[in-house]
C-alpha cells in the first residue's frame, strides 16, 4: 500500500517543522550583530583619537607661528630673552598636554633664523611623540632696499 500525498485546501502551505533552523539562524544574526557593534565601536574610537591628534596638530602649527611670527619682529637683542621664555604663555599648553618648547637662534649669510619648535608625546602611549618645527629669519637683519627706504620717507 503506498501512501498517499497529503492534499492541502486552496491557500494553504504543509507546514514543515523549522525550529532548529530558526535557532540557527538567530544565533548566526546575533554573532554577526556583535562583532559588527564591536568593529564599529573600534573604529569611532580610532576616529576619535584621529580627530584629536589632528587638533593638536593645527593647534601646535598655529601656535608654532604666532610666536615665530612675534619672534622675527623682535630686535636681535631682545631674541635671546624670546628663546628662553618661549611657550611659557602660549594657548596651546592648556590644549595639548605636556607640551615641550624650544627655540633656537643661528646667525648664516642670510641673518639670524630664528626656529621654534614644539614637541608634545602621543596621546594613545607608544613612544613615539609629534613636533612641529618652523623657521624664518629675523626681519631687523635683513637689508633694506635704499629704493623702499626712499619711497618710505617721501
Known amino acids: 500500500m503506498s501512501r498517499k500525498p497529503r492534499l492541502c485546501p486552496v491557500g494553504q502551505v504543509p507546514r514543515v517543522s523549522r525550529c532548529g533552523s530558526i535557532m540557527t539562524e538567530l544565533l548566526v544574526a ?3 550583530i556583535a562583532t559588527m557593534l564591536s568593529t564599529v565601536g573600534s573604529l569611532s574610537h ?20 604666532n610666536q615665530l611670527q612675534a619672534a622675527v619682529k623682535l630686535p636681535k637683542d631682545e631674541l635671546s630673552d624670546f628663546a628662553e621664555s ?6 596651546a599648553n592648556a590644549l595639548i598636554p605636556n607640551t615641550t ?3 633656537s637662534l643661528e ?3 642670510m641673518g639670524t ?3 621654534v619648535r614644539c614637541q608634545w608625546p602621543s ?9 612641529v618645527v618652523l623657521s624664518d ?4 637683519d635683513l637689508p633694506v632696499n635704499s629704493d623702499e627706504a626712499g619711497a618710505q620717507d617721501g
Open 101 to 103: 618648547w624650544s627655540a
Open 113 to 115: 633664523r630664528v626656529t
Open 46 to 65: 580610532r576616529l576619535s583619537m584621529l580627530n584629536r591628534q589632528s587638533d593638536h596638530y593645527r593647534l601646535a602649527i598655529q601656535e608654532v607661528r
Open 30 to 32: 546575533a554573532g554577526l
Open 137 to 140: 629669519w629675523s626681519r631687523t
Open 86 to 91: 618661549i611657550g611659557q604663555h602660549a594657548p
Open 107 to 109: 646667525d648664516d649669510s
Open 123 to 131: 596621546s594613545h602611549g607608544s613612544g613615539v611623540g609629534h613636533q
